[in-house]
Structures are given as structure tokens and as C-alpha cells.
């Protein structure tokens, strides 16, 4: 009797504590998307997209964590179409 007893207190503290745990937790960080349209075609050593991730970091805003670049590039006249 005394086993059982001891069995549900451990089972209601446990529940007690997982309910806790998801009251605390952090709501998901929202993630937005950004579109890069660059003309020319993309390489490694591209100032204007590394300037551009650099400004989206200093107010905040990290690739991969809290914001998805999409990148297109192609001719000026392609553009619009991107």
C-alpha cells in the first residue's frame, strides 16, 4: 500500500513539473523571409550580399535563425521577372 502511494505522488510531482516546464518554454521565434534580387550571377566574394546580411545582423535579424534570404540574380532585364 505504502509502494503505491509512493509510486502516484511520484507520477502527479512529475506531471506537476512537465506542465512547469511547458509553461516556461519560449514561444518559437517567428522566421522571415527575405528576397535578394542581385544582378550578374552568384559567387562567394560578393560585397553587396555580404553588406547586405551584415545590415539584417546589426538590427537584428540572423540567416538561419530568425530570417530565410532567397537569392536570385540574372540580368538586369530578367528582374522584374525574379
Request: proline share 6%; hydrophobic share 40%.
Amino acid at each position: 500500500m505504502q509502494r503505491t502511494c509512493v509510486t502516484w505522488i511520484v507520477a502527479v510531482a512529475l506531471g506537476a513539473m512537465a506542465a512547469a516546464h511547458d509553461a516556461l518554454a519560449q514561444p518559437p521565434t517567428k522566421v522571415y523571409r527575405v528576397g535578394y534580387l542581385g544582378y550578374g550571377s552568384p559567387s562567394a566574394a560578393n560585397p553587396s550580399a555580404a553588406d547586405f546580411q551584415q545590415g539584417l545582423r546589426d538590427i537584428g535579424y540572423v540567416e538561419g535563425k530568425n530570417v530565410a534570404i532567397e537569392y536570385r540574380y540574372g540580368r538586369l532585364d530578367q528582374l522584374p521577372e525574379l
